[in-house]
């Protein structure tokens, strides 16, 4: 059996019918997943029909035990990038009232004897614990492979999760030596569309990424812009300018993007050329402005009555040679 297959067959159990459950317990505001209307449609297609199985599946035997969760740590790989909670959150308040509905996935921490790693259902883990609860989970024996196939496969059938997010998460499994078929397999999407993300998650540096946020409303498509504007030396030293200003963090994530895209947008002011000319012995005098646009030249004709008339005058034959001159350097 190849890989790949080996890969497609993970989710026959019940690691998919928990992914699934996730998404009934979307953020607020419901956004619709920013991307491919093909990863959308695969995410709504199987909602119903998994939040279902879930159900089937825990009373088929699926143990659900409660945890410490100060004994469980975070995937090795992140997949969000506004990952806090606070006491005042609606996810928060609703598990405070109703309790925790659905488990989150775990498996035996691979390298610390007694904790254990999260595959998905961070916030939820968060969330219990700032509410001074233990965490209700299934313990799964899991590979790399597989956790991290879980994790992405849970984001994808969110509707809140960004495409920079997506594209930070495939970058980081590229990262830590998934290869294409993993990381496909993960985010649900194809090779094309794979190669778009991770282009994005490279051009444009973590630093940025992290002080912009997940930013939702922005897609693929601003993302993209972004990216290929960024990819100027001149650009991206713009975009590190904004991020630093005073203030810029305390805006929403959705403004600190367009104000990024905003001022990286902007075409670049040509520099004013200021000369002045004078001529030896004479009394005229000229100011020169070359603004890349319109070039100025204003006379001061004192004492040499005339000049700026004479100029004028001579306009078609100095055309004239400049353009000769001209043609004489281009041969």
């Not at 909670?85 to 498996?107: C, H, M, W, Y």
């Not at 499994?173 to 078929?181: H, I, P, Q, S, T």
């Not at 444009?204 to 290929?228: D, F, H, K, T």
């Not at 630093?244 to 929403?252: A, M, V």
């Amino acid at each position: 059996m190849s890989r790949r297959d080996k890969l497609a067959g993970i989710f026959t159990d019940t690691t998919r019918e928990l992914a699934a459950a996730n998404f009934a317990e979307k953020a607020d505001g419901g956004r619709v997943l920013a991307g491919p209307v093909r990863t959308m449609g695969l995410a709504l297609d199987r909602m119903d029909q998994e939040a279902r199985e879930l159900q089937e599946a825990l009373k088929a035997g699926e143990k659900v035990v409660e945890l410490n969760p100060d004994l469980v740590d975070a995937s090795f790989v992140r997949d969000r990038l506004d990952g806090e909670v606070t006491e005042n959150d609606d996810f928060v308040k609703s598990i405070e009232a109703n309790g925790q509905e659905v488990p989150i996935l775990v498996r035996q921490h691979p390298d610390i004897k007694g904790r254990y790693q999260v595959a998905y259902g961070h916030r939820r883990l968060r969330a219990v614990r700032l509410l001074n609860r233990n965490v209700r989970a299934v313990i799964r024996p899991l590979t790399d492979d597989q956790l991290v196939v879980a994790q992405g496969i849970e984001n994808t059938a969110r509707k809140d999760i960004s495409y920079i997010e997506r594209a930070m998460f495939a970058l980081g499994l590229e990262e830590k030596g998934f290869g294409r078929d993993v990381i496909m397999h993960a985010l649900s999407t194809d090779k094309t569309e794979l190669s778009k993300l991770l282009s994005v998650a490279r051009v444009v540096p973590g630093s940025i990424v992290q002080a912009i946020g997940s930013a939702p409303a922005a897609g693929r498509r601003r993302w993209m812009e972004l990216a290929e504007k960024i990819a100027e030396p001149k650009v991206l030293e713009a975009a590190r300018k904004v991020v630093q200003k005073p203030g810029f963090e305390i805006l929403g994530s959705d403004e600190r993007f367009m104000l990024v895209f905003a001022e990286i947008s902007r075409k670049p002011k040509a520099a004013t050329i200021l000369k002045e000319w004078k001529p030896k012995g004479g009394k005229i005098a000229a100011k020169i402005k070359d603004s890349g646009k319109a070039y100025t030249l204003s006379l001061k004709d004192s004492g040499a009555e005339g000049f700026g008339a004479y100029l004028t005058d001579r306009l078609d034959d100095l055309y004239a040679d400049w353009q000769a001159n001209r043609e004489l350097k281009q041969e």
